[in-house]
């Protein structure tokens, strides 16, 4: 088990690296390459591939993200 923070939502938990699910992060822009922070898609350079690393999705948003819900950080309201 390893212990870390979810990339969407900043919570740490715990988790096994070979069954948690992972995003490719570039750490310049907490986005995975290739996208931008409006949402759209660009071809991803080299260097922001080179720099990325797979970051762990917490049980929790992943299931908010396959009901379809918003998941990451929430605002009070």
């Given at each position: 088990?390893?212990?870390?923070r979810c990339?969407a939502?900043?919570?740490e938990?715990?988790y096994?690296?070979?069954?948690?699910?992972?995003?490719?992060?570039d750490?310049?822009t907490?986005?995975?390459p290739?996208?931008?922070?409006?949402?759209r898609?660009?071809p991803?350079?080299?260097?922001?591939v080179?720099r990325?690393?797979d970051?762990?999705?917490?049980?929790?948003?992943?299931d908010?993200?396959e009901?379809g819900?918003?998941f990451g950080?929430t605002?009070?309201?």
């Open positions: 088990m390893e212990h870390g990339f939502c900043r919570r938990f715990d096994d690296p070979a069954e948690v699910t992972t995003f490719l992060i750490p310049a907490g986005l995975p290739g996208f931008s922070v409006l949402g898609t660009r991803a350079t080299p260097e922001a080179a990325s690393a970051q762990p999705l917490c049980p929790s948003c992943q908010r993200a009901r819900l918003p950080p605002t009070g309201g």
